[in-house]
């Protein structure tokens, strides 16, 4: 896959929105420009340690190589405990830096149904 940079993709793309404003899908194949494809990227994941062993074991080794092979992404997961899910996501939001994605359980005592908190 060839590699496009950022410059040439803005190019392509505002070219590829005044043909679809213009002309439409007939223009935009008209251009003969093939479509630009997302380079290869690192997505952080943090997530808590799931309570079934297996289904951790199963994301490493089935689903971490398949998004490799099929989408072109590095997936770099983390895992802590659930109790550390609220502290390092504060941590990361108050430094600026951290995770791409964070997978949280409800937070907080206003987000939990009213019935768990009697």
């Avoid at 590699?3 to 935009?28: D, E, M, P, V, W």
């Avoid at 994301?59 to 092979?69: G, T, Y």
């Avoid at 791409?100 to 908190?117: E, Q």
Wanted: contains cysteine; positive net charge.
């Amino acid at each position: 896959m060839a590699r496009i940079h950022r410059r040439k993709l803005l190019k392509l793309s505002g070219a590829g929105a005044i043909a679809a404003k213009t002309g439409g899908i007939a223009a935009i194949l008209a251009s003969g420009r093939a479509p630009a494809y997302a380079q290869g990227t690192t997505v952080h994941w943090l997530r808590w340690n799931d309570f079934v062993p297996s289904s951790d074991k199963v994301l490493r080794e089935q689903i971490v190589p398949a998004a490799a092979k099929d989408l072109g992404i590095t997936l770099s997961i983390e895992m802590i405990n659930g109790n550390d899910i609220q502290a390092r996501t504060t941590a990361a939001i108050q430094s600026g830096t951290g995770p791409d994605v964070i997978c949280a359980l409800k937070i907080g005592r206003s987000s939990m149904p009213t019935a768990w908190l009697t």
